[in-house]
């Protein structure tokens, strides 16, 4: 009996833990869209989970880039001199710009998170009116 109730005990404070840790990566998550952030994961198997993201010219630009694979990723932008961020395992980065000309722009990972796949974690950046 007396186990029975350790075990209980130690399975609720598990899963306080786990509920905890959720409801924050949750929180952050609701808070991100509310700021109008818009969100890129750098995936496993070198992948975005967008292959293009549409902005307006002259608007604050903000990205949340959380990297959900096991690997270190990199961000960068380099024709709007977005400089290279470092984004570890289980991490997140944020940029914020605000473009100026309307156009197509390459974002990249620039790290070497895969051998094979790495060259096509790509994705295009327009800019409108």
């Not at 350790?6 to 990566?25: D, K, M, P």
């Not at 197509?104 to 998170?113: A, F, H, I, S």
């Amino acid at each position: 009996m007396e186990k029975y109730k350790e075990l209980i005990a130690v399975s609720l404070v598990f899963l306080s833990i786990v509920g905890t840790i959720a409801a924050i990566f949750s929180y952050e998550s609701a808070l991100a869209k509310r700021r109008g952030t818009i969100e890129l994961e750098a995936h496993p198997i070198a992948t975005w989970s967008k292959t293009e993201i549409r902005v307006k010219k002259g608007e604050l630009v903000r990205i949340r880039i959380i990297n959900k694979d096991c690997v270190t990723h990199g961000f960068a932008i380099p024709e709007l001199d977005i400089e290279e961020r470092i984004i570890k395992a289980g991490q997140f980065e944020i940029v914020e710009f605000t473009p100026k000309y309307e156009g197509e722009y390459t974002y990249m990972c620039v790290v070497q998170c895969d051998r094979e796949q790495h060259e096509f974690m790509r994705g295009k950046l327009i800019v409108e009116k």
